[in-house]
């Protein structure tokens, strides 16, 4: 197996890696941007194509797979060429297809364009962890942390800003017009950009070789868990306040804001954090935090103020879990965009998975198997941390 030598002789010094983490920092804003336009657009897209719904609803599934592929694939391009010129391409990318999407009047057509969203996407999601971590090396931990923040920053604007032009316009052509038009800016910024050198590799022995292959399973799984059931929860949210007798549409669409609230803070808070406090003991806290958070509300499951205090609590801490994890991963090995391209695929998988596990049962066992599903994904996500810090400590015998 081979091994990656970290270099962090970025050519400017600090000044260059103040630049090139405002350039990653940009591009996860319209990537957030983008991610969270489509919920909001789908009656436009619907009405574009002639089509019902839950034949438009194809999207989803069709932007989850390009983004599984792009997890898969995208990364191996950041060990080849030189990184910002490949995400600037992604980002450009992007913002062609975006412009195209309204175009469409044939739900197959926008099918298609929707998986290469997904692809490119994903490339951009990869790129930009991978080449942080290869700026910042061991110091990533609160710049992560803050990538983080401005993609959910994006992701919370979106339907803020498409709400505003649909207003005006009232078309859904004008809202993916002025999406591309505010994410090509991006493209320019890191394609005039120097890139961070790609990491060389070496020859590892063959005792780490394992641990190593295992180390990225297990991360892999964990990110699986932990932000599937992020995801889910987001998804399932509202529709269990509705659905539970707990508060109406309005109480609904409060306690989304609330855990999307909660998370943005969490995400600034970990930036002060993480600088001070070692990544395992934040994971290990937060996924307890979680654990307690959803178990008061299983206990209490008629009460509105449980309810709150519980969301408030998970979306703290969860927040970080992402951010941290690749922190961590860091510290423990080589970060390479194949190996990036992992994590990030088993994030995509548990966003398709556990959501779509809740919706499963929703229905036939109420609205309370959201909560016990995303309570049996953290404990087991609890379960596979720990192994990971035994097989971390096994591995770093062998340094």
């Given amino acids: 197996m081979k091994t990656l030598i970290h270099k962090q002789r970025i050519p400017g010094g600090s000044r260059n890696k103040t630049l090139l983490t405002i350039g990653y920092y940009v591009a996860f804003v319209v990537l957030g941007l ?14 574009n194509t ?32 030189s990184g910002n010129k490949v995400l600037a391409a992604m980002i450009s990318a992007m913002a062609i297809t975006t412009f195209v999407v309204p175009i469409f009047p044939d ?8 998986l290469i969203l997904g692809i490119v996407e994903a490339t951009i999601d990869v790129g930009g962890n991978t080449l942080l971590i290869w700026v910042h090396g061991e110091k990533v931990a609160p710049f992560l942390n803050g990538l983080y923040f401005w993609v959910a920053f994006g992701a919370l604007m979106s339907p803020i800003m498409i709400a505003y032009i649909l207003s005006k316009s009232g078309t859904v052509s004008l809202v993916y017009s002025v999406l591309g038009l505010l994410i ?63 508060g109406n549409e309005k109480s609904g ?12 803070i969490g995400r600034l808070l970990a930036v002060l954090l993480t600088s001070k406090i070692n990544p395992r003991k934040i994971l ?5 935090g979680c654990i307690v958070s959803i178990g008061l509300i299983l206990l209490f499951p008629n009460s509105f103020n449980i309810l709150f205090i519980g ?29 990036t391209g992992w994590f990030v695929a088993g994030i995509s998988a ?50």
């Fill in 184 to 246: 090509l800016p991006a493209a320019l910024l890191l394609f005039l950009s120097g890139s961070p050198h790609i990491q060389k590799t070496v020859d590892e022995p063959s005792s780490k070789k394992s641990n190593g292959t295992l180390l990225i399973i297990l991360i892999s799984m964990f990110l699986f868990l932990t932000v599937g059931s992020s995801v889910g929860l987001d998804s399932w949210i509202y529709t269990y306040v509705v659905e539970t007798g707990l």
């Fill in 50 to 81: 002639n089509t019902s719904f839950s034949q438009v609803s194809s999207l989803f599934i069709a932007h989850a797979i390009g983004y599984l592929i792009g997890s898969l694939q995208g990364g191996k391009l950041y060990d080849r060429f």
């Fill in 107 to 114: 739900l197959r057509l926008l099918v298609v364009c929707f």
């Fill in 253 to 264: 669409s409060f306690i989304t804001a609330v855990y999307w609230g909660t998370l943005l």
């Fill in 34 to 47: 983008r991610l969270g336009s489509l919920g909001p657009t789908l009656p436009g897209l619907a009405d």
């Fill in 284 to 288: 290990f806290t937060n996924v307890l």
């Fill in 350 to 399: 548990g966003c398709m998975f556990i959501p779509w596990i809740i919706g499963q049962f929703f229905e036939s066992s109420g609205p309370i198997v959201t909560m016990i599903t995303i309570l049996s994904a953290v404990i087991v996500a609890l379960c596979v941390l720990i192994i990971l810090f035994i097989v971390a400590q096994k591995r770093s015998k062998h340094t």
């Fill in 311 to 339: 969301i408030c609590g998970l979306g703290l801490s969860m927040s970080s879990l992402s951010p941290v994890t690749f922190s961590m991963a860091e510290r423990l090995l080589p970060i390479s965009g194949r190996t």
